[in-house]
């Protein structure tokens, strides 16, 4: 036989505290000791020893920050390329014609093996995963070259 509950909305009413104990209890977070992290402070020391017991010394101080400006790049390797080639793109002429960006990727890493013949265009690609994916015959075009870049920077301090 089904039995029907009532909610305990329902039975709450009437009642001051709807079951919460005194009336000041659940006033802001004063009855649980503040919010978050807050309330291990006016205790000096000796509270200190059960603090880092349950939550480790990372518990007090600062702990650094996010830079805003740096960019966060995307990478991964051939042998994920590889087996995301398989599943989504189909070949063009014995060809797979890959954009990166289109699968959510900014950066093609050189570990692992690959046995396709791939057009690639990428923002970055690591020098190992370009001559490797160049010697099955395929092309890698890298729209970001800032490894370039970086060898001319290089070669006028030699000059220099």
Known sequence: MVV?????LTRYRGSTTHGGGSMKKRRGAG??????MAGGGKRADQ???SILKQYG?????KHGFKNKTTKRIKALSLSKLNSLVEKNISPKNGVYVVNLKDLGYDKVLGSGTINKKLKLT????SSKAVSKI???GGTVEV?????????DVEEEKRED
């Open 47 to 49: 509270k200190k020893p």
């Open 134 to 136: 160049e010697s099955l």
């Open 143 to 151: 729209l970001n070259s800032s490894e370039e870049e970086w060898e």
């Open 4 to 8: 029907n509950k009532r909610k305990k």
């Open 57 to 61: 010394s990372s518990y007090f101080g």
């Open 122 to 125: 990428t923002d970055y690609a």
């Open 31 to 36: 009855h649980r000791g503040g919010r978050g």
